[in-house]
């Protein structure tokens, strides 16, 4: 099964008043993205992967400990974590549904907990990678953070929300200022109806 880009689930200027530029989305979406499946695809191609699903390559791939993944497990576990991304984000969805609320609040205390340690997350992550709430085998929900493109289905997780921290994906309007970039995430461009959905 040949990996697709995904079209946005909406217009690439419907986030920009909300702190994602349609200029941010052109380059992040039909440029970064379109370039983990192009590579992908041809990284999978005449291997064992060939046909199987992005879940099924990125879990039979990821090599613990490794100090690189391959390239195969790079294009196409960035292609999900890119597919997850835009999803939870948009310009709807910006009512936080009780049983989130109520997940949230029981697992980090408040609301404000656990946005705090989703944002310590994502500024504490050395270099390029990605923060995640993640819901474990056991229900529990945490915070985590992957270097690169690892992400939560190479340990069974899954994944509730997660933000990109990749310089890419806010250099154009933060600069440098990371820690920005995932407040305004936060406070502004994440579709919680999403996230609940995924619980």
């Keep these: 099964m ?13 986030l920009a008043a909300l702190g994602m530029s349609k200029e ?8 970064h993205h379109k370039a983990y499946v192009d590579n992908g695809n041809k990284a999978i191609a005449g291997t064992e992967w060939e046909g199987k699903s992005v879940e099924e390559i990125v879990k039979g791939t990821y090599k613990a400990g490794a100090v690189a993944q391959s390239g195969i497990f790079n294009n196409a576990s960035q292609h999900w974590n890119h597919t997850q991304f835009w999803e ?6 910006k009512k936080m549904p009780g049983e989130l609320e109520k997940a949230l609040v029981e697992a980090f205390g408040s609301v404000d907990t656990f946005k705090e340690e989703f944002a310590a997350a994502g500024a504490a992550q050395f270099g390029s990678g990605w923060a995640w709430l993640v819901k474990e ?22 994944a509730l929300l997660g933000v990109d921290v990749w ?17 305004n995430f936060l ?10 959905s995924r619980l």
């Design 187 to 196: 406070d502004n461009l994440v579709n919680w109806e999403n996230v609940a």
């Design 2 to 14: 040949a990996f697709e880009l995904p079209a946005l689930p909406y217009a690439h200027d419907a």
């Design 88 to 93: 939870m984000m948009g310009p709807t969805g």
């Design 137 to 158: 085998a056991d229900g529990s929900l945490k915070v985590t953070k992957t270097e690169n493109g690892v992400n939560p289905l190479c340990f069974g997780q899954t």
């Design 24 to 31: 941010t989305l052109e380059y992040h979406h039909d440029l």
């Design 167 to 183: 310089e890419h994906s806010y250099y154009i309007d933060f600069r440098n200022k990371r820690p920005a970039y995932l407040k």
